[in-house]
């Protein structure tokens, strides 16, 4: 059975850090391509980020390029996101997705970047 949970969800100040971590179960993860996405309130869910399956090449928004960083540890089977110098517009709730033939969604875990 396939499962994401995604954690490391907080409340930071503006300019500050947070790595969001999205543990996979049932599967692979360097299988699937993996990403991020985000939904802030009363917006529509928005791709951040993505980590290739075969190669893991990596791509980002570009409101979040050179902030945030996608990686992967195949051992740990988990999928990070490291995000640098947050900012007020980058509050939403984050969530992890895996696609193969078809896709599976985390929980999501909820951002806050405000002073």
């Known amino acids: 059975q396939v499962q994401l949970v995604e954690s490391g969800g907080g409340l930071v100040q503006p300019g500050g850090s947070l790595r969001l971590s999205c543990a996979a179960s049932?599967?692979?993860?360097?299988?699937?391509?993996m990403s991020w996405y985000r939904q802030a309130s009363g917006k529509e869910r928005e791709w951040v980020a993505g980590i290739a399956s075969t190669f893991g090449s990596t791509t980002y928004a570009d409101s979040v390029k050179g902030r945030f960083t996608i990686s992967r540890d195949n051992a740990k089977n988990t999928v990070y996101l490291q995000m640098n110098s947050l900012k007020p517009e980058d509050t939403a709730v984050y969530y992890c997705?895996?696609?193969?033939?078809?896709?599976?969604w985390g929980q999501g875990t909820q951002v806050t970047v405000s002073s």
């Open positions: 997705k895996a696609v193969r033939l078809r896709p599976y």
């Open positions: 049932g599967f692979t993860i360097s299988d699937y391509t």
